[in-house]
């Protein structure tokens, strides 16, 4: 069945970086665009950012754009966020996600809380 689990998360200080990576698992990976999203507490989830299966495109929200870059290796069947200059406000649990069909398929998140 398909699987994602993130991991990379952490604690991190304002100003700092911090790489996600989703592991996918049960389907074939390279077929789907794939989603990192995030959920802060008290508000709602809200897309980070999405690339297309082979790569070559990727889409940031504008309030996402300049910090934080969606990649994946399609070998490895991982898609990665990469996070920088990590402000308080990047407090939250982050997803990534992918949609099959009509269904759409979500990890357990991995947290990332940005603070001195």
């Known amino acids: 069945q398909v699987q994602l689990v993130e991991s990379g998360g952490g604690l991190v200080q304002p100003g700092g970086s911090l790489r996600l990576s989703c592991a996918a698992s049960g389907f074939t990976f390279s077929y789907y665009g794939m989603n990192w999203y995030r959920q802060a507490p008290g508000k709602e989830r809200e897309l980070v950012a999405g690339?297309?299966?082979?790569?070559?495109?990727?889409y940031y929200p504008d309030s996402m754009k300049g910090r934080f870059t969606i990649f994946r290796d399609n070998a490895k069947n991982t898609v990665y966020l990469q996070m920088n200059s990590l402000k308080p406000e990047d407090t939250a649990v982050y997803y990534c996600?992918?949609?099959?069909?009509?269904?759409?398929?979500w990890g357990r998140g991995t947290p990332v809380t940005v603070s001195s």
């Open positions: 690339i297309s299966g082979d790569g070559s495109n990727t």
């Open positions: 996600r992918v949609r099959i069909r009509e269904y759409g398929y």
